[in-house]
């Protein structure tokens, strides 16, 4: 691979970065070899760029989670917060697996995961950069250079996928600034193994989400499965399980505090690149409303499904992620409260616009796009604030008829030619999605949630109201509660989509078809096309000048970065990272003068356990700690069963999952959380706070043998 500017700009500086800061692109990591080494890696560092060597070789994405193959036959280990929509998704009020968990003896008794569920295994990464923005594309503006952007990477996209049963997707990083393409094998029958009960996998619930000290035992099992010759297919009960390259092996010797550990997965987003005017606008604005909205839903979620238990059901995969995001948006809300992150990242760039403006030639190449892109992130935010209430107003079944009817027209045109998310490698998915309706879509609950939106929505002025919207489902001014909720009661009596056979029949179905249709949602869909791809242009036109304006400005901030030696990495994208770091505990806490040790242990479950809802833990787990049986898996140091500990590892949303690795690179845990005041560095890095937590590989094998009695696969996993 070329050294591009990124490569060259790690390359002289990485020597300053912090051992526990950073999300690394697996091939920038020779250039942070010392630092590796420093903390303790016995692999060499450059192994950990072969990625279909091990270790990477067995770590995979989930597509939202990260996971790692963990047997010779496919075995996937994960947070139990990853694989808890299949959980519900086979779940039934006479056979509750959320509740009492799931454990399969045999790979028959293994059931299908959600529908949609994948494992993709990646198997190459590419700079594609010039390919993506060539010397044409590089003079185009607005929405001309968004479609020929796409254009280039749906080229290179069907030519990779000309390898079939494999999933290949062009990634930005730096703003826009580079491209990357990446290959991966995309496994389609994926099928859960064991799952511990909700009062192991998610004990302590919303309560101790974000929280130390943890108790949670947040692990769960899939297994992936292919056709006889190893290829990628559809279920099949005569499918196979995969065969992994490589796999991980369970460390024998835990951790102690002090010890090195680093996380392979696929970290969702990061924001420390960012302008401050985007720092204000989130945290000011974007944050506060979703905070509210967020709450509503969820005690509009509570009072409809509170005497419908399959309702509940359906709706805890949602609820779960909700509350989720909810903690984590209040918890940064609440690090942001009196800090000074925005007068530093204020300071930071008028710092680096006094640079670029100090020599000539810089202010000739970067000037112009920093004040761009400041005007044009202003713009853009204006419009979210705009349509915050349109788009959660859209009731379920509309969106799903608007996605019908756009596949619908986009069918009509050579697969290159329709838009991203409508092609034939999207097909399956988008199959998927409305057959996942049948099981997490209850018409009251849907019909709570959209009237509670739409209520604010509709009290906004006509000028801020969007017409297309207002128009095709019967929107006026001065509508109140009662007018609204009965336009609602219409729209989804007028329906038939909440029936399965119905979506399903409209996955073949024609334009004209949905035209001549007297569904209220579909004629909703027909309706709102034409003034839905005006907005879509629109949009795509002010993409397409941020794209060009940032990508500059990163161009800038790089170089900038580079003159104090500064290490620079790139946000991170969904994309395949190593971070690196210890074992560690805090000598303060949330509290005043609390200290956090590093482990906790499961002594600490039987005082927190109420025997009632979050705090619901199993009778027999707590016998087996009344009994101090703990076997093999006792820690003699701590004088019980390690169960969490923390690391000084820079995590995100999307390593949920992920494998935390020792110094050997065997498997030693999963990570599957931060720590609420820490949870900011997703856009203010903090060296003093920052601590991920993980599950530790002990509990997960004490809990599998002596309570779960997963005796099989503790033996296929060769720790027996």
């Known amino acids: 691979m070329k050294k591009t500017l990124i490569t060259l700009a790690v390359l002289s500086t990485a020597s300053v970065a912090y051992?526990?800061?950073?999300?690394?692109?697996?091939?920038?990591?020779?250039?942070?070899a010392k630092e590796l080494k420093a903390a303790g890696l016995k692999l060499d560092p450059a192994s950990l760029t072969k990625l279909t060597e091990f270790p990477m070789g067995a770590i995979v994405s989930l597509g939202g989670c990260s996971a790692s193959f963990v047997?010779?036959?496919?075995?996937?280990?994960?947070?139990?917060?990853?694989?808890?929509?299949?959980?519900?998704?086979?779940?039934?009020?006479?056979?509750?697996?959320?509740?009492n968990g799931f454990l399969a003896n045999t790979l028959a008794e293994e059931?299908?995961?959600?529908?949609?569920?994948?494992?993709?295994?990646?198997?190459?990464?590419?700079?594609?950069?010039?390919?993506?923005?060539?010397?044409?594309?590089?003079?185009?503006?607005?929405?001309?250079?968004?479609?020929?952007?796409?254009?280039?990477?749906?080229?290179?996209v069907a030519e990779c996928e000309k390898d079939a049963g494999h999933r290949c997707n062009v990634y930005?990083?730096?703003?826009?600034?580079?491209?990357?393409?990446?290959?991966?094998?995309?496994?389609?029958?994926?099928?859960?193994?064991?799952?511990?009960?909700?009062?192991?996998?998610?004990?302590?619930?919303?309560?101790?989400?974000?929280?130390?000290?943890?108790?949670?035992?947040?692990?769960?099992?899939?297994?992936?499965?292919?056709?006889?010759?190893?290829?990628?297919?559809?279920?099949?009960?005569?499918?196979?399980?995969?065969?992994?390259?490589?796999?991980?092996?369970?460390?024998?010797?835990?951790?102690?505090?002090?010890?090195?550990v680093m996380v392979l997965g696929y970290p969702g987003r990061t924001n420390r690149h960012r302008l401050p005017s985007e720092v204000a606008y989130t945290f000011d604005w974007s944050y506060p409303a979703f905070v509210k909205a967020s709450g509503e839903s969820l005690a509009i979620i509570a009072k409809e499904t509170a005497n419908d238990p399959d309702a509940?059901?359906?709706?805890?995969?949602?609820?779960?992620?909700?509350?989720?995001?909810?903690?984590?948006?209040?918890?940064?809300?609440?690090?942001?409260?009196?800090?000074?992150?925005?007068?530093?990242?204020?300071?930071?760039?008028?710092?680096?616009?006094?640079?670029?403006?100090?020599?000539?030639?810089?202010?000739?190449?970067?000037?112009?796009?920093?004040?761009?892109?400041?005007?044009?992130?202003?713009?853009?935010?204006?419009?979210?604030?705009?349509?915050?209430?349109?788009?959660?107003?859209?009731?379920?079944?509309?969106?799903?008829?608007?996605?019908?009817?756009?596949?619908?027209?986009?069918?009509?045109?050579?697969?290159?030619?329709?838009?991203?998310?409508f092609q034939v490698r999207d097909l399956p998915r988008f199959k998927a999605g409305v057959e996942?309706?049948?099981?997490?879509?209850?018409?009251?609950?849907?019909?709570?949630?959209v009237l509670n939106s739409l209520s604010q929505y509709a009290a906004l002025p006509k000028d801020q109201r969007s017409a297309n919207f207002d128009a095709a489902i019967g929107i006026k001014d001065g509508m109140n509660e009662a007018d609204l909720k009965a336009l609602l009661d219409n729209l989804y009596a007028s329906s038939k989509l909440g029936d399965k056979a119905t979506r399903a029949a409209w996955l073949s179905a024609k334009p004209e078809d949905f035209k001549s249709s007297n569904d209220s949602f579909i004629k909703a869909a027909v309706a709102m096309y034409e003034g839905g791809l005006k907005r879509e242009a629109e949009d795509e036109e002010l993409a397409g000048k941020i794209q060009q304006a940032y990508a500059n400005y990163m161009k800038a901030k790089i170089a900038f970065m580079k003159s104090k030696g500064q290490a620079v990495y790139p946000d991170a994208n969904s994309t395949l990272r190593v971070t690196f770091g210890k074992v560690a505990g805090r000598d303060h806490g949330t509290a005043d003068g609390l200290a956090w040790s590093a482990f906790t242990t499961v002594n600490g479950i039987p005082p927190k356990a109420t025997g009632q809802g979050e705090f619901n833990a199993p009778a027999a787990q707590l016998a087996a700690i009344k009994a101090k049986d703990f076997?093999?898996?006792?820690?003699?140091?701590?004088?019980?069963?390690?169960?969490?500990?923390?690391?000084?590892?820079?995590?995100?949303?999307?390593?949920?999952?992920?494998?935390?690795?020792?110094?050997?690179?065997e498997f030693i845990g999963l990570a599957f959380d931060g720590t609420l005041d820490s949870i900011i560095s997703?856009?203010?890095?903090?060296?003093?706070?920052?601590?991920s937590i993980q599950v530790d590989l002990r509990y997960m094998l004490w809990q599998m043998k002596h309570v779960d009695k997963a005796d099989k696969l503790i033996k296929e996993m060769g720790a027996e």
């Open 172 to 260: 930005p990083y730096y703003g826009g600034l580079e491209f990357y393409m990446i290959k991966q094998m995309e496994i389609r029958d994926v099928r859960l193994v064991h799952a511990p009960a909700e009062g192991v996998g998610k004990f302590g619930g919303d309560t101790d989400n974000w929280m130390w000290p943890r108790h949670t035992g947040d692990y769960g099992f899939y297994r992936a499965y292919v056709s006889k010759d190893g290829k990628a297919a559809d279920y099949s009960k005569d499918n196979v399980p995969y065969v992994p390259k490589h796999y991980l092996k369970l460390a024998k010797d835990g951790l102690s505090e002090g010890d090195f």
């Open 312 to 421: 509940k059901l359906k709706y805890a995969s949602q609820v779960a992620g909700i509350n989720n995001y909810y903690k984590n948006r209040q918890g940064m809300l609440d690090s942001y409260a009196g800090s000074d992150f925005l007068a530093r990242k204020t300071k930071e760039h008028e710092e680096l616009k006094a640079w670029v403006n100090s020599n000539p030639a810089r202010a000739k190449e970067f000037a112009s796009d920093i004040a761009d892109v400041e005007k044009l992130i202003a713009q853009r935010d204006a419009q979210g604030k705009r349509e915050f209430f349109l788009d959660r107003s859209y009731p379920r079944l509309l969106s799903t008829a608007r996605s019908l009817y756009r596949l619908a027209n986009e069918t009509t045109k050579p697969d290159a030619e329709r838009k991203a998310g």
């Open 436 to 449: 996942a309706v049948e099981r997490n879509y209850v018409e009251k609950v849907d019909k709570a949630l």
């Open 682 to 691: 997703d856009w203010d890095y903090n060296k003093a706070n920052t601590r």
């Open 111 to 156: 059931l299908p995961a959600a529908p949609g569920s994948r494992i993709f295994v990646t198997k190459e990464v590419t700079n594609v950069s010039d390919k993506i923005i060539s010397k044409d594309v590089a003079k185009l503006e607005g929405k001309k250079r968004v479609d020929a952007i796409e254009k280039n990477s749906k080229a290179l």
């Open 631 to 665: 076997g093999k898996y006792v820690d003699p140091k701590l004088k019980a069963v390690p169960l969490a500990y923390l690391a000084t590892l820079d995590i995100t949303g999307g390593n949920s999952g992920s494998a935390a690795l020792n110094a050997k690179g």
């Open 19 to 32: 051992a526990d800061e950073g999300m690394w692109m697996p091939q920038q990591l020779p250039q942070v």
């Open 71 to 99: 047997s010779p036959q496919g075995l996937v280990a994960t947070n139990h917060h990853c694989v808890y929509g299949s959980v519900a998704y086979n779940s039934k009020p006479e056979r509750n697996l959320l509740a």
